[in-house]
T-cell receptor
Framework: AQSVTQLDSHVSVSEGTPVLLRCNYSSSYSPSLFWYVQHPNKGLQLLLKYTSAATLVKGINGFEAEFKKSETSFHLTKPSAHMSDAAEYFCVVFPDTGRRALTFGSGTRLQVQP | NAGVTQTPKFQVLKTGQSMTLQCAQDMNHEYMSWYRQDPGMGLRLIHYSVGAGITDQGEVPNGYNVSRSTTEDFPLRLLSAAPSQTSVYFC???????????FGDGTRLSIL
């Protein structure tokens, strides 16, 4: 069965500094991987999606993620944090075999300090 | 373009009451799903549907029913509400199982 581990429940950065949100997964050979963002009292919005076309995936709002098969990781990064990036972020895996259902990580809350 | 619309946004129920959470999408998506979100647990799949007339159970289906009579609508029914069902419920739709999901803004449900 697939699983997703978000290594930090909370991350705090200063505005203008880099963001790193870590995600490790346990899944089949070639899963699809997603990052979603959730602002307060809102639904989840897709940031980016990996489907094996390229290991470095660019998303919206300057975010990107790198798929590293050897490390089973899919960390989310942004070079310079903005106040509007403060939100909760979810790493999600969809396997290519077995039970084909989305599995969500438990989320990372990003705080951006002025 | 409305996307995925959930009603109501908030609801308070007493233990044992029943209710239906509504979900509608206007993107002609075949795949729709219901999740519940609890603190520190991410989102967990309750039920999903791959098209009109077809539904299946997700990870936490007990206490919930669904039906899919049209492509647009996917209501979630709580048969006899329990305090453990206090949660935020999200409906989502997509063009396929592994495709990006479009989420509604959620229904915040409290069971007393």
């Amino acid at each position: 069965a697939q699983s997703v581990t978000q290594l930090d429940s909370h991350v705090s950065v200063s505005e203008g500094t880099p963001v790193l949100l870590r995600c490790n997964y346990s899944s089949s050979y070639s899963p699809s991987l997603f990052w979603y963002v959730q602002h307060p009292n809102k639904g989840l919005q897709l940031l980016l999606k990996y489907t094996s076309a390229a290991t470095l995936v660019k998303g919206i709002n300057g975010f990107e993620a790198e798929f590293k098969k050897s490390e089973t990781s899919f960390h989310l990064t942004k070079p310079s944090a903005h106040m509007s990036d403060a939100a909760e972020y979810f790493c999600v895996v969809f396997p290519d075999t077995g039970r084909r259902a989305l599995t969500f990580g438990s989320g990372t809350r990003l705080q951006v300090q002025p | 373009n409305a996307g995925v619309t959930q009603t109501p946004k908030f609801q308070v129920l007493k233990t044992g009451q029943s209710m239906t959470l509504q979900c509608a999408q206007d993107m002609n998506h075949e795949y729709m799903s219901w999740y519940r979100q609890d603190p520190g647990m991410g989102l967990r799949l309750i039920h999903y549907s791959v098209g009109a007339g077809i539904t299946d159970q997700g990870e936490v289906p007990n206490g919930y029913n669904v039906s899919r009579s049209t492509t647009e609508d996917f209501p979630l029914r709580l048969l006899s509400a329990a305090p453990s069902q206090t949660s935020v419920y999200f409906c989502a739709s997509s063009s396929g199982e592994g495709q990006p999901q479009h989420f509604g803004d959620g229904t915040r449900l409290s069971i007393l």
